[in-house]
């Protein structure tokens, strides 16, 4: 039985012939379930995906975390990976991995697969109830020891999740960007990192482990996702019936839109010293703007005149015009009010690189940007969003967030409103910047 009739459909037209190419619907299985389905025949492959929606916290991230990796070890009909595999391999090389994500500040985790659509197998075998009884075999009935995980399996993926929280510090630029989020954003839940920290990582049991899970099982909402040639109806059944089990009864509590905050008077600075020889300098601007907001397309022309493209302000200037930074580039976090610039710099330039990647912000509230950069940055923001059609896994992340922010635009429809946004609109968004954080990561002396 679904609760609902979907509460939105779209769908685009292929623009040789004006034949349907994709209908999105989304559907309320059970209460706190919700099935967003993406109905085209355009791909060879099928995707589906199951996220619990968790708000991001530091005491419970690295255990949300940590639940699918150890889901995925083995369940009571297929009790180890290779007997995974092989059930796989059955769906024509398939493949179901668990997946951690953060949207503002929600905490996304589950499994996201894909296998042979339907429309590709050898002799017309359906594969979607199959894919679905797996997915929902996962999640429901892992294999277990005294009524708690395999110690061995919890064990193992403990080690790599610590593992995993140790190696972001080998990338310098992404870890200079996680530092800068955590100074910017610390108290606030989007300071925390998706997999939490190594500390409370370490600290797991399989007990803390288990109400985790059930905690997940019963409180949590629930994120489907299908993109495939099958039928609504086909599949609102196949996940209906994988998820049947599925605790009835309890509240599935959305978590909270992010709270916006104002930039300090001062900005805050942080450096930190290690040994590299290239120094990462990431600044943290509040927006005054997210995903929610009527000026949201506006944002996102400020970013792709400001540092996004190739096209640049600072692409153009402060890398190539002057050589400040080795690069040079600006991102928006869609559901929170937050932009970041990163950049590599030379030690020496540190000073010089940060006062001209403000004065180039300083001219984009100016309004001083040419006809030709705002175009430029229009086509990059419309074309980027329109091939976001072309990618399952773009369009599986894109409504993963939309749906966790309980957001119902489309692509096209985003990048239609872009194409509306006047100068002005984008001058005044840009207006709204305000530096809140200087993170600089430099060599040790």
Same mark, same amino acid.
């Given at each position: 039985?679904?609760?609902?009739?979907?509460?939105?459909?779209?769908?685009?037209?292929?623009?040789?012939?004006?034949?349907?190419?994709?209908?999105?619907?989304?559907?309320?299985?059970?209460?706190?379930?919700?099935?967003?389905?993406?109905?085209?025949?355009?791909?060879?492959?099928?995707?589906?995906?199951?996220?619990?929606?968790?708000?991001?916290?530091?005491?419970?991230?690295?255990?949300?975390?940590?639940?699918?990796?150890?889901?995925?070890?083995?369940?009571?009909?297929?009790?180890?990976?290779?007997?995974?595999?092989?059930?796989?391999?059955?769906?024509?090389?398939?493949?179901?991995?668990?997946?951690?994500?953060?949207?503002?500040?929600?905490?996304?985790?589950?499994?996201?697969?894909?296998?042979?659509?339907?429309?590709?197998?050898? !002799?017309?075998?359906?594969?979607? +109830?199959?894919?679905?009884?797996?997915? %929902?075999? =996962?999640?429901?009935?892992? #294999? &277990?020891?005294?009524?708690?995980?395999?110690?061995?399996?919890?064990?193992?993926?403990?080690?790599?999740?610590?593992?995993?929280?140790?190696?972001?510090?080998?990338?310098?630029?992404?870890?200079?960007?996680?530092?800068?989020?955590?100074?910017?954003?610390?108290?606030?839940?989007?300071?925390?990192?998706?997999?939490?920290?190594?500390?409370?990582?370490?600290?797991?049991?399989?007990?803390?482990?288990?109400?985790?899970?059930?905690?997940?099982?019963?409180?949590?909402?629930?994120?489907?996702?299908?993109?495939?040639?099958?039928?609504?109806?086909?599949?609102?059944?196949?996940?209906?019936?994988?998820?049947?089990?599925?605790?009835?009864?309890?509240?599935?509590?959305?978590?909270?839109?992010?709270?916006?905050?104002?930039?300090?008077? !001062?900005?805050?600075?942080?450096? +930190?010293?290690?040994?590299?020889?290239? %120094?990462? =300098?990431?600044?943290?601007? #509040? &927006?005054?703007?997210?995903?929610?907001?009527?000026?949201?397309?506006?944002?996102?022309?400020?970013?792709?005149?400001?540092?996004?493209?190739?096209?640049?302000?600072?692409?153009?200037?402060?890398?190539?015009?002057?050589?400040?930074?080795?690069?040079?580039?600006?991102?928006?976090?869609?559901?929170?009010?937050?932009?970041?610039?990163?950049?590599?710099?030379?030690?020496?330039?540190?000073?010089?690189?940060?006062?001209?990647?403000?004065?180039?912000?300083?001219?984009?509230?100016?309004?001083?940007?040419?006809?030709?950069?705002?175009?430029?940055?229009?086509?990059?923001?419309?074309?980027?969003?329109?091939?976001?059609?072309?990618?399952?896994?773009?369009?599986?992340?894109?409504?993963?967030?939309?749906?966790?922010?309980?957001?119902? !635009?489309?692509?096209?429809?985003?990048?239609?409103?872009?194409?509306?946004?006047?100068?002005?609109?984008?001058?005044?968004?840009?207006?709204?910047?305000?530096?809140?954080?200087?993170?600089?990561?430099?060599?040790?002396?």
């Amino acid at each position: 039985m679904m609760y609902n009739t979907p509460v939105n459909a779209y769908q685009t037209e292929d623009r040789k012939d004006g034949t349907k190419r994709m209908e999105v619907t989304r559907t309320e299985l059970f209460p706190g379930v919700h099935l967003t389905a993406v109905h085209t025949d355009k791909f060879k492959s099928a995707v589906l995906g199951l996220q619990f929606l968790l708000p991001l916290e530091e005491q419970t991230a690295s255990c949300n975390a940590l639940v699918p990796a150890v889901l995925r070890r083995g369940t009571e009909a297929h009790p180890d990976m290779e007997a995974l595999s092989a059930a796989l391999d059955e769906l024509y090389g398939g493949a179901l991995e668990p997946m951690v994500r953060k949207k503002g500040e929600t905490q996304c985790v589950g499994f996201v697969g894909s296998f042979l659509d339907d429309a590709y197998t050898l !002799e017309g075998e359906p594969l979607l +109830e199959r894919a679905a009884a797996l997915l %929902g075999e =996962l999640v429901l009935r892992p #294999r &277990t020891q005294n009524g708690r995980f395999t110690p061995e399996y919890l064990e193992g993926e403990k080690a790599n999740l610590i593992d995993r929280i140790r190696a972001q510090v080998n990338d310098k630029r992404q870890y200079a960007q996680i530092r800068v989020v955590a100074e910017m954003c610390a108290g606030e839940p989007f300071g925390v990192d998706k997999l939490g920290s190594e500390e409370s990582a370490a600290a797991i049991t399989n007990d803390a482990l288990w109400d985790c899970w059930q905690a997940m099982l019963n409180h949590a909402p629930v994120e489907l996702y299908y993109c495939g040639s099958a039928s609504g109806d086909r599949v609102q059944s196949a996940l209906s019936s994988a998820l049947a089990d599925l605790p009835k009864g309890a509240v599935r509590t959305v978590p909270a839109r992010p709270a916006g905050h104002a930039a300090p008077a !001062e900005p805050k600075v942080v450096e +930190e010293a290690l040994d590299v020889t290239q %120094g990462k =300098l990431s600044m943290g601007f #509040r &927006t005054g703007c997210d995903a929610w907001s009527e000026d949201y397309p506006a944002l996102t022309l400020v970013n792709a005149v400001y540092g996004g493209t190739t096209t640049s302000k600072l692409f153009m200037n402060v890398r190539e015009r002057l050589s400040l930074c080795y690069y040079a580039s600006s991102g928006l976090m869609k559901y929170k009010d937050v932009m970041l610039v990163a950049s590599g710099v030379e030690f020496g330039k540190v000073e010089e690189a940060k006062r001209e990647i403000l004065a180039q912000l300083a001219a984009c509230q100016k309004g001083e940007f040419s006809d030709e950069e705002l175009e430029w940055a229009r086509r990059s923001v419309v074309s980027t969003l329109r091939t976001t059609l072309d990618s399952q896994g773009r369009l599986e992340d894109y409504w993963l967030g939309q749906s966790a922010a309980g957001l119902s !635009e489309d692509p096209e429809a985003l990048a239609q409103r872009v194409e509306r946004v006047s100068r002005e609109q984008v001058t005044a968004a840009a207006q709204k910047l305000a530096l809140d954080t200087v993170y600089f990561l430099k060599g040790k002396e």
